[in-house]
Protein backbone atom coordinates (compact mmCIF):
# COMPACT_ATOMS: atom_id res chain seq x y z
CA UNK A 1 0.00 0.00 0.00
CA UNK A 2 1.33 3.62 -0.36
CA UNK A 3 2.45 5.61 2.44
CA UNK A 4 3.94 8.68 3.84
CA UNK A 5 5.49 8.55 7.19
CA UNK A 6 6.95 11.53 8.73
CA UNK A 7 8.97 10.16 11.70
CA UNK A 8 9.36 13.75 13.66
CA UNK A 9 6.17 14.56 15.38
CA UNK A 10 7.52 18.11 16.70
CA UNK A 11 10.80 19.52 16.00
CA UNK A 12 12.04 22.56 18.06
CA UNK A 13 14.39 25.02 16.58
CA UNK A 14 16.43 28.17 17.43
CA UNK A 15 15.47 31.26 14.91
CA UNK A 16 18.58 31.41 12.79
CA UNK A 17 19.53 27.61 13.22
CA UNK A 18 19.05 25.21 10.34
CA UNK A 19 16.02 22.49 9.59
CA UNK A 20 15.23 19.33 8.02
CA UNK A 21 12.27 17.40 8.14
CA UNK A 22 12.20 13.79 7.59
CA UNK A 23 9.96 12.31 5.03
CA UNK A 24 9.64 8.54 3.76
CA UNK A 25 8.24 7.04 1.45
CA UNK A 26 6.68 3.50 0.23
CA UNK A 27 5.16 3.04 -3.03
CA UNK A 28 5.56 0.83 -5.96
CA UNK A 29 7.36 2.79 -8.38
CA UNK A 30 8.75 6.94 -7.45
CA UNK A 31 5.89 8.86 -6.84
CA UNK A 32 5.34 12.54 -7.18
CA UNK A 33 6.18 13.80 -3.55
CA UNK A 34 5.33 17.47 -2.25
CA UNK A 35 5.70 19.52 0.77
CA UNK A 36 2.68 21.46 1.82
CA UNK A 37 3.11 24.06 5.18
CA UNK A 38 -0.42 25.08 7.01
CA UNK A 39 -0.19 27.90 9.64
CA UNK A 40 -2.47 28.22 12.59
CA UNK A 41 -5.85 28.96 11.18
CA UNK A 42 -4.64 28.62 7.59
CA UNK A 43 -4.67 26.04 4.86
CA UNK A 44 -2.24 24.11 3.25
CA UNK A 45 0.50 25.88 1.15
CA UNK A 46 2.73 24.46 -1.40
CA UNK A 47 6.15 24.58 -0.67
CA UNK A 48 7.64 22.12 -3.38
CA UNK A 49 7.29 19.20 -5.70
CA UNK A 50 9.59 16.73 -6.96
CA UNK A 51 8.30 14.83 -10.42
CA UNK A 52 11.39 13.80 -12.04
CA UNK A 53 14.85 14.99 -12.55
CA UNK A 54 17.28 16.65 -10.90
CA UNK A 55 16.94 15.31 -7.52
CA UNK A 56 17.50 18.75 -5.25
CA UNK A 57 14.65 20.65 -5.42
CA UNK A 58 13.67 24.58 -4.89
CA UNK A 59 11.19 25.63 -3.33
CA UNK A 60 8.94 28.86 -1.83
CA UNK A 61 10.27 30.64 1.49
CA UNK A 62 13.85 29.51 0.78
CA UNK A 63 13.24 25.44 1.67
CA UNK A 64 14.83 23.14 -0.19
CA UNK A 65 14.13 19.28 -0.38
CA UNK A 66 16.15 16.39 -1.62
CA UNK A 67 14.68 13.58 -3.60
CA UNK A 68 17.12 10.33 -2.47
CA UNK A 69 16.05 7.06 -4.32
CA UNK A 70 18.24 4.87 -2.03
CA UNK A 71 16.78 5.89 1.09
CA UNK A 72 13.02 5.87 -0.53
CA UNK A 73 13.08 9.78 1.52
CA UNK A 74 12.24 13.35 0.37
CA UNK A 75 13.82 15.57 3.00
CA UNK A 76 12.86 19.28 3.79
CA UNK A 77 15.36 21.91 4.65
CA UNK A 78 16.33 25.30 5.47
CA UNK A 79 19.85 27.02 5.98
CA UNK A 80 18.07 29.41 9.00
CA UNK A 81 14.65 29.59 9.54
CA UNK A 82 12.92 32.87 10.68
CA UNK A 83 9.92 32.65 13.75
CA UNK A 84 7.83 33.14 10.77
CA UNK A 85 8.41 29.28 9.09
CA UNK A 86 6.32 28.24 12.77
CA UNK A 87 4.20 26.11 11.22
CA UNK A 88 3.15 22.50 10.83
CA UNK A 89 4.36 20.90 7.53
CA UNK A 90 2.91 17.90 5.65
CA UNK A 91 5.12 15.60 3.24
CA UNK A 92 2.41 14.41 0.42
CA UNK A 93 2.95 11.38 -2.11
CA UNK A 94 0.96 10.76 -5.45
CA UNK A 95 1.02 8.74 -8.49
CA UNK A 96 0.42 11.40 -11.13
CA UNK A 97 1.77 15.10 -11.59
CA UNK A 98 -1.76 16.49 -11.33
CA UNK A 99 -5.42 14.95 -11.00
CA UNK A 100 -4.23 13.72 -7.92
CA UNK A 101 -5.36 11.66 -5.13
CA UNK A 102 -2.72 12.54 -2.53
CA UNK A 103 -1.20 10.03 0.38
CA UNK A 104 -0.35 12.42 3.22
CA UNK A 105 2.40 12.14 6.37
CA UNK A 106 1.38 12.83 10.06
CA UNK A 107 2.66 16.01 9.69
CA UNK A 108 5.66 17.65 11.58
CA UNK A 109 5.17 20.52 14.03
CA UNK A 110 7.96 23.22 14.02
CA UNK A 111 8.24 25.43 16.74
CA UNK A 112 10.77 28.10 16.56
CA UNK A 113 12.33 29.53 19.70
CA UNK A 114 14.13 33.05 19.57
CA UNK B 1 -2.72 34.46 -7.20
CA UNK B 2 -5.52 32.28 -8.01
CA UNK B 3 -7.22 31.00 -4.59
CA UNK B 4 -9.60 28.11 -3.46
CA UNK B 5 -12.27 29.53 -1.29
CA UNK B 6 -13.92 27.83 1.16
CA UNK B 7 -16.85 29.23 3.39
CA UNK B 8 -18.19 28.91 5.92
CA UNK B 9 -14.57 29.03 7.97
CA UNK B 10 -16.44 27.50 10.79
CA UNK B 11 -19.53 25.72 11.29
CA UNK B 12 -20.90 24.33 14.68
CA UNK B 13 -23.63 21.39 14.27
CA UNK B 14 -25.79 19.15 16.21
CA UNK B 15 -25.65 15.29 15.78
CA UNK B 16 -28.20 14.82 13.20
CA UNK B 17 -28.46 17.74 11.33
CA UNK B 18 -27.21 18.02 7.19
CA UNK B 19 -24.30 20.26 6.84
CA UNK B 20 -23.51 21.74 4.05
CA UNK B 21 -19.64 22.98 3.26
CA UNK B 22 -19.05 25.33 -0.05
CA UNK B 23 -15.71 25.70 -1.93
CA UNK B 24 -15.51 27.81 -4.82
CA UNK B 25 -12.44 25.97 -6.73
CA UNK B 26 -9.94 28.02 -9.09
CA UNK B 27 -11.89 28.99 -12.15
CA UNK B 28 -10.02 27.01 -14.79
CA UNK B 29 -9.22 23.87 -12.93
CA UNK B 30 -10.62 20.60 -13.70
CA UNK B 31 -10.28 18.67 -10.87
CA UNK B 32 -11.97 18.75 -7.31
CA UNK B 33 -11.24 17.02 -4.17
CA UNK B 34 -12.15 17.34 -0.05
CA UNK B 35 -9.72 16.07 2.00
CA UNK B 36 -10.52 16.28 6.04
CA UNK B 37 -8.13 16.44 9.26
CA UNK B 38 -9.26 15.10 12.30
CA UNK B 39 -7.72 16.90 15.35
CA UNK B 40 -4.15 15.66 15.34
CA UNK B 41 -4.68 13.28 12.70
CA UNK B 42 -3.22 12.69 9.42
CA UNK B 43 -4.84 14.88 6.02
CA UNK B 44 -7.14 12.17 4.67
CA UNK B 45 -8.19 12.42 1.33
CA UNK B 46 -12.15 11.82 0.96
CA UNK B 47 -13.27 12.13 -2.74
CA UNK B 48 -12.27 13.11 -5.94
CA UNK B 49 -14.27 15.20 -8.81
CA UNK B 50 -13.99 15.10 -12.68
CA UNK B 51 -16.64 15.64 -15.16
CA UNK B 52 -19.54 16.26 -13.32
CA UNK B 53 -18.92 12.83 -11.72
CA UNK B 54 -16.82 11.56 -8.59
CA UNK B 55 -13.61 10.10 -10.21
CA UNK B 56 -12.38 8.31 -6.98
CA UNK B 57 -13.84 8.22 -3.13
CA UNK B 58 -12.36 6.89 -0.21
CA UNK B 59 -13.77 4.46 2.47
CA UNK B 60 -15.25 7.22 4.30
CA UNK B 61 -17.15 8.70 2.02
CA UNK B 62 -20.03 6.36 2.46
CA UNK B 63 -23.78 7.15 2.01
CA UNK B 64 -23.55 10.11 4.27
CA UNK B 65 -21.55 11.89 1.86
CA UNK B 66 -22.28 13.38 -0.94
CA UNK B 67 -20.53 16.48 -3.12
CA UNK B 68 -21.57 18.59 -5.97
CA UNK B 69 -21.30 21.23 -8.62
CA UNK B 70 -23.92 23.14 -8.59
CA UNK B 71 -23.08 25.53 -10.89
CA UNK B 72 -19.93 26.62 -12.76
CA UNK B 73 -18.12 28.00 -9.34
CA UNK B 74 -19.33 26.33 -6.80
CA UNK B 75 -18.81 22.27 -5.28
CA UNK B 76 -20.41 21.16 -2.35
CA UNK B 77 -19.61 18.59 0.28
CA UNK B 78 -22.82 17.35 2.14
CA UNK B 79 -23.25 15.59 5.35
CA UNK B 80 -26.54 13.60 5.54
CA UNK B 81 -26.98 13.37 9.06
CA UNK B 82 -23.80 14.17 11.18
CA UNK B 83 -22.23 12.13 13.61
CA UNK B 84 -19.67 13.34 16.54
CA UNK B 85 -16.94 12.00 14.45
CA UNK B 86 -17.23 13.62 11.59
CA UNK B 87 -15.49 16.65 13.77
CA UNK B 88 -12.53 17.72 11.39
CA UNK B 89 -11.83 20.39 9.07
CA UNK B 90 -12.70 19.84 5.88
CA UNK B 91 -10.55 21.26 3.45
CA UNK B 92 -11.51 21.39 -0.80
CA UNK B 93 -8.68 21.44 -3.55
CA UNK B 94 -8.42 21.47 -7.30
CA UNK B 95 -6.12 21.20 -9.90
CA UNK B 96 -5.55 21.32 -13.64
CA UNK B 97 -2.35 20.18 -14.45
CA UNK B 98 -0.58 20.97 -11.60
CA UNK B 99 -0.40 20.76 -7.80
CA UNK B 100 -3.05 20.10 -5.69
CA UNK B 101 -4.13 24.09 -4.67
CA UNK B 102 -5.73 23.82 -1.10
CA UNK B 103 -8.54 25.64 0.11
CA UNK B 104 -8.19 27.45 4.13
CA UNK B 105 -10.80 24.68 5.24
CA UNK B 106 -14.31 24.79 7.00
CA UNK B 107 -13.71 23.34 11.15
CA UNK B 108 -16.85 21.14 11.21
CA UNK B 109 -17.33 21.10 15.03
CA UNK B 110 -20.39 18.30 15.44
CA UNK B 111 -21.99 18.75 19.90
Known amino acids: AQSVTQPDIHITVSEGASLELRCNYS??????LFWYVQSPGQGLQLLLK??????LVQGIKGFEAEFKRSQSSFNLRKPSVHWSDAAEYFC????????????FGGGTRVLVKP | EPEVTQTPSHQVTQMGQEVILRCVPI?????FYWYRQILGQKVEFLVS????????KSEIFDDQFSVERPDGSNFTLKIRSTKLEDSAMYFC?????????FGNGTRLTVT
Open chain 1, 92 to 103: AGGIKAAGNKLT
Open chain 2, 93 to 101: ASTGNSPLH
Open chain 1, 50 to 55: YFSGDT
Open chain 1, 27 to 32: YGATPY
Open chain 2, 27 to 31: SNHLY
Open chain 2, 49 to 56: FYNNEISE
